[in-house]
């Protein structure tokens, strides 16, 4: 799985992260639930920072919302291409 998205500084996403959590007052805008800012991940409560838009907008921050990790792993990365069909066997 690729994550060139988060490629470079850590540390400026991190700072990002945070913003966005803030801004959003640390409620999770997919379920409108507050986030506790103590968990941590991988707790399914835990905060994460959703792309609106999918990951291939990139790091605005208009494109992102805070969320749940758990809503966030339910409403998926829209820009991630559906999965191939399935091919037919083949038969020897
Ligand atoms: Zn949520």
């Known amino acids: 799985m690729s994550h060139a998205w ?3 500084s850590t540390r400026q996403w991190r700072r990002l992260r945070r913003a966005v959590l803030d801004r959003d007052r640390w409620i999770c805008q997919l379920c409108h639930k507050p986030i506790d800012p103590t968990r941590r991940n991988p707790d399914p409560m835990s905060a994460q ?9 990139g790091d605005d921050p208009a494109h992102l919302q ?4 758990l809503c966030n792993q339910k ?3 829209p ?10 066997m083949t038969r020897w």
């Open 6 to 8: 988060a490629a470079g």
């Open 79 to 88: 820009t991630r291409a559906p999965d191939p069909a399935p091919r037919p």
């Open 75 to 77: 409403a998926g990365d």
């Open 66 to 69: 805070a969320a749940h990790r």
């Open 49 to 57: 920072v959703h792309h609106v838009q999918g990951k291939a907008y």
